[in-house]
């Protein structure tokens, strides 16, 4: 492949897997945690055991990837850089495949705990999204990005404080 093509394409792939972050937060917000409960609930009742290959949630990754080919096969076809967009979006998926369910939800068939830094934080920050029961008010709704978890651990006291949670 010719060097203007990776140079124009890398960005665009690049630029669309960061994009995917502020994208799910906003996804996980209103769709999974509003009209899209139905699917995501499953993944907070503790539904996603070992035991379990599949759970309700996963037909949103299913949902992604469907939208992945279609720009891809597109702009194979038609305007190029939607190609170069799904490949990013299949960049992100997998990222959020092997550190969301592979290391928070252990759905491999090896467990690692971080014990420092960035993935550490990570790990703690999604494991206090699913300390609450709750469809409304969770915390940490990015899947690669975490606030700092006591940042987090006092939001989520005071999320359960006002919906009177002991």
């Known amino acids: 492949m010719d060097w203007k093509i990776w140079t124009f394409n890398t960005p665009i792939v690049l630029v669309s897997a960061a994009?995917?972050?502020?994208?799910?937060?906003?996804?996980?917000?209103?769709?999974?945690?509003?009209?899209?409960?139905?699917?995501?609930?499953?993944?907070?009742?503790?539904?996603?055991?070992?035991?379990?290959l599949f759970e309700r949630?996963?037909?949103?990754?299913v949902v992604f990837a469907a939208v992945a080919i279609v720009l891809i096969a597109v702009g194979t076809y038609t305007y190029d850089p939607l190609r170069w967009v799904g490949y990013g979006m299949?960049?992100?998926?997998?990222?959020y495949f092997v550190v969301h369910d592979g290391m928070v939800h252990q759905r491999w068939p090896f467990t690692?705990?971080?014990?420092?830094?960035?993935?550490?934080?990570?790990?703690?920050?999604?494991r206090l999204h699913h300390a609450s029961a709750h469809q409304v008010n969770t915390v940490s709704l990015?899947?690669?990005?975490?606030?700092?978890?006591?940042?987090?651990k006092q939001q989520f006291q005071a999320d359960q404080k006002n919906q009177g949670v002991k």
């Open 112 to 126: 690692w705990v971080p014990r420092r830094g960035y993935l550490k934080t990570l790990y703690q920050a999604h």
């Open 19 to 52: 994009l995917m972050e502020p994208f799910a937060w906003f996804v996980h917000h209103h769709v999974m945690h509003g009209f899209g409960w139905g699917w995501h609930a499953s993944h907070h009742r503790g539904q996603h055991a070992s035991s379990a």
């Open 142 to 152: 990015g899947f690669l990005y975490a606030s700092p978890a006591n940042r987090l």
């Open 57 to 61: 949630n996963d037909l949103y990754a």
């Open 90 to 95: 299949t960049s992100y998926g997998l990222i």
